[in-house]
């Protein structure tokens, strides 16, 4: 990958409709070179995909939390993978240094839906306890996939 396939997944990051025409006049190419560019990324998987991101608010999603999980004794990032997978309302988790083994994104309808996710996390096996934030606004949201 050189500065030219850079310059292109930069511009398609902001704008993945953008035509090649449009990419090849910014990057110094023609057309059917960012084309055969943007096929091969494809080919070779540095692009995995083209998608829109739609604001979960439209689809009524307006409570936002983040989520501490702690575990009794060490549990497996597979059985962390394996509890949360199970709760539509996480968007988003990972493992973590410091106390918690785990943060949650998750994203509801309302408070009681929240809630009632939160219940399915908590009831699992090797769950402890969850130590919540609920979003009052968000300031920033950048994506860097």
Request: net charge negative.
């Amino acid at each position: 990958m050189d500065n030219l396939d850079r310059g292109i997944i930069d511009l398609l990051r902001q704008n993945a409709r953008a035509s090649y025409g449009d990419i090849g006049g910014v990057v110094g190419l023609s057309a059917s070179a960012v084309k055969r560019r943007v096929d091969r990324l494809v080919g070779d998987g540095v692009i995995r995909g083209f998608t829109i991101q739609v604001d979960p608010t439209v689809d009524g999603y307006n409570t936002e939390a983040y989520v501490e999980l702690f575990c009794r004794g060490t549990v497996a990032p597979d059985e962390l993978l394996r509890i949360l997978s199970g709760v539509p309302e996480v968007v988003d988790a990972g493992t973590v240094t410091g106390s918690a083994d785990a943060i949650v994104h998750m994203r509801a309808r309302s408070i009681p839906a929240l809630e009632d996710a939160l219940e399915k996390v908590r009831i699992a096996p090797n769950v402890d306890h969850t130590r919540s934030a609920i979003v009052l606004s968000r300031l920033i949201h950048r994506t860097h996939d």
